[in-house]
């Protein structure tokens, strides 16, 4: 009772990646969005789950999509190549590839505008990947950054946005949903476009 209506955005959670792909797949995350907003190392859960053609016709039926890379040019790349025991250049390269396959999806767009590409340069956290974020019905999957363990491998928080918590007492107010959005937006503000 103590805690339970204060993270009543809290919908799931599951030990890592595969077990939550097997109750949420991408095509049930990211179908129909009207807006997705994504932060993270190199975007797997998106990048390689969603095909572009999928992320094309997404783009096409009017979602707005925003995509924080971790820059792989930048000293934390190399920090978190470490941590993970990898080899030099490794993990940059694999952002890298991420990075240009999503360039390739928004050169297939009318509205290239609308499918913003951008690099942050300071330490990751978290990945997220906030669904209609900006509407009642939002949904977000958020991951921490564990020393020595691969996104596949870390505990995933499954957050409703305001107007969909529900807690035992009625509609709550979740604390989570609203604090990944807002580090998004800061993280936003500070990064870099991908031309």
């Known amino acids: 009772e103590l805690v339970g209506d204060r993270f009543c955005d ?15 797949p991408a095509e049930d995350l ?21 095909s572009g053609r999928r992320l094309v016709r997404l ?5 707005r999509v925003r995509l924080l890379f971790l820059n792989p040019a930048s000293s934390a790349v190399k920090r ?6 990898l080899k030099k250049g490794e993990l940059a390269r694999s952002v890298e590839t ?14 290239q505008a609308a499918f913003e590409i951008h690099v942050f340069d300071e330490t990751p956290r978290f990945t997220a990947y906030l669904v209609d974020a ?37 509609v709550g107010e979740g604390v989570l ?11 936003w503000a500070d990064s870099r476009p991908v031309s």
Do not use: K, W
């Open 177 to 187: 949903f609203p604090t990944y959005r807002e580090e998004f937006d800061a993280f």
């Open 80 to 85: 978190r190549e470490r941590e993970l025991g």
């Open 134 to 170: 900006d509407g009642a019905d939002g949904l977000a999957v958020v991951q921490s950054y564990l020393r020595g363990a691969r996104g596949m491998e870390t505990p995933v928080l499954v957050l409703r946005g305001p107007g969909r918590t529900v807690s035992a007492r009625g």
């Open 98 to 111: 991420n990075i240009l396959h999503m360039r390739r999806v928004r050169s297939r767009l009318r509205d």
């Open 10 to 24: 809290v919908v799931g959670v599951h030990s890592d990646r595969v077990r939550l792909q097997r109750q949420l």
């Open 59 to 63: 783009a096409e039926a009017g979602c």
């Open 30 to 50: 990211f179908g129909g969005a009207r807006r997705l907003d994504a932060i993270g190392i190199g975007l797997n859960l998106l990048v390689q789950n969603y």
